[in-house]
């Protein structure tokens, strides 16, 4: 038998140190870290001024599967946070029959107030996708079985929370009035913003916009009518991410430095993206992307949100990340 080249062994061993670290990074992924939930912290000066400061709870994208039981043992324990406010930016079920985990998984919750829109996966179950459509067809769309989006809908509206779905909304927390508006998802094209048009209310403390997917026709359209702050979801972060590069892709027209936490829209409006707490079934992976919930803490800006600068996307220097 012919004895084997150098070069031959070396070309096999590195092969096989490569195939031995995809499947670790697969399995830690997999198994690790897509059910290591953390709870991320977040200070964002929004408020009108001489107003006191507001605990909004952000959970998003729970993708949830009845039999998800740590999952629901997690969510279960967010309600400990006292938040004053509860904002839920859809995507809440992943299978037909998920409805009762998610409302007993939120049940403390629910008696928080409250406001939701809904996801592309609260309306249609997921399906398989080709991975590589997410960077060659960002656009392709795959629906799958319908969901019970109806039921979760009545659960949700007959424990308090708003629907804001296409509705505006003005009410008060903590003694702060919240003006709040919502679109249907854009990623579905389901946003009619034509709908919830005009100026927020100047009076109101806090000025809230929420959307499924974070498109930019739709943050603009929110910014040009005066609201402090938006809610989304739906990038789950990128979900597979780079150290020291972050998501290779949102899923959507916004860019990569906003897959998730908070961000400067324009010269008024702040962004917040939820990174999400789950994943499509077909999809059960993350990497550098820990699934989550985030707590805002809402302050006074310091002059109403006046001082700053006007360049798209230019960061605040007082918000602050944990």
């Known amino acids: 038998m012919p004895a084997r080249s150098p070069r031959s062994t070396t070309l096999k061993n590195t092969a096989a140190v490569t195939a031995g670290a995809l499947a670790a990074g697969i399995a830690y992924a997999s198994v690790v870290e897509r059910n290591a939930f953390v709870?991320?912290?977040?200070?964002?000066?929004?408020?009108?001024?001489?107003?006191?400061?507001?605990?909004?709870?952000?959970?998003?994208?729970?993708?949830m599967r009845p039999g998800?039981?740590?999952?629901?043992?997690?969510?279960?324990?967010?309600?400990?946070?006292?938040?004053?406010?509860?904002?839920?930016?859809?995507?809440?079920?992943?299978?037909p029959k998920?409805?009762?985990?998610?409302?007993?998984?939120?049940?403390?919750?629910?008696?928080?107030?409250?406001?939701?829109?809904?996801?592309?996966?609260?309306?249609?179950?997921?399906r398989p996708k080709n991975p590589l459509n997410y960077l060659a067809k960002p656009g392709h769309r795959?629906?799958?079985?319908?969901?019970?989006?109806?039921?979760?809908?009545?659960?949700?509206?007959?424990?308090?929370?708003?629907d804001l779905t296409h509705n505006r909304r003005e009410f008060t927390v903590n003694g702060l009035r919240i003006a709040a508006a919502g679109v249907d998802d854009p990623h579905l094209s389901r946003d009619r913003y034509e709908t919830i048009a005009g100026r927020a209310p100047?009076?109101?403390?806090?000025?809230?916009?929420?959307?499924?997917?974070?498109?930019?026709?739709?943050?603009?359209?929110?910014?040009a009518d005066g609201y402090q702050l938006v809610m989304a979801g739906h990038t789950h972060g990128g979900q597979l991410c780079l150290p020291f590069y972050g998501a290779l892709v949102t899923n959507c027209d916004l860019d990569r430095s906003r897959a998730k936490g908070p961000s400067r829209w324009g010269a008024r409006m702040q962004l917040h993206v939820s990174?999400?707490?789950?994943?499509?079934?077909?999809?059960?992976?993350?990497?550098?992307?820990?699934?989550?919930?985030?707590?805002?803490?809402?302050?006074?800006?310091?002059?109403?949100?006046?001082?700053?600068?006007?360049?798209?996307?230019?960061?605040?220097?007082?918000?602050?990340?944990?």
């Open 202 to 223: 100047a009076a109101a403390d806090l000025k809230l916009g929420l959307t499924h997917s974070p498109e930019p026709r739709v943050l603009d359209r929110f910014a």
């Open 68 to 95: 998800q039981r740590r999952k629901q043992a997690w969510l279960r324990e967010l309600v400990a946070l006292e938040p004053d406010l509860v904002v839920n930016t859809g995507d809440n079920l992943a299978h």
């Open 142 to 162: 795959v629906h799958g079985e319908p969901l019970p989006w109806q039921d979760l809908r009545a659960a949700f509206s007959e424990r308090g929370w708003l």
């Open 98 to 126: 998920a409805v009762p985990a998610v409302v007993q998984s939120l049940t403390e919750l629910l008696a928080v107030p409250g406001v939701f829109i809904f996801g592309s996966n609260d309306y249609f179950g997921p």
């Open 39 to 63: 709870l991320r912290e977040v200070t964002m000066p929004v408020l009108s001024p001489g107003t006191s400061p507001l605990k909004v709870l952000h959970i998003s994208d729970i993708h």
């Open 275 to 322: 990174a999400g707490i789950g994943t499509s079934p077909y999809a059960p992976l993350r990497f550098c992307c820990r699934p989550e919930a985030t707590l805002l803490t809402l302050v006074p800006a310091p002059t109403g949100g006046r001082d700053v600068g006007s360049r798209m996307g230019q960061s605040h220097p007082s918000v602050s990340v944990r």
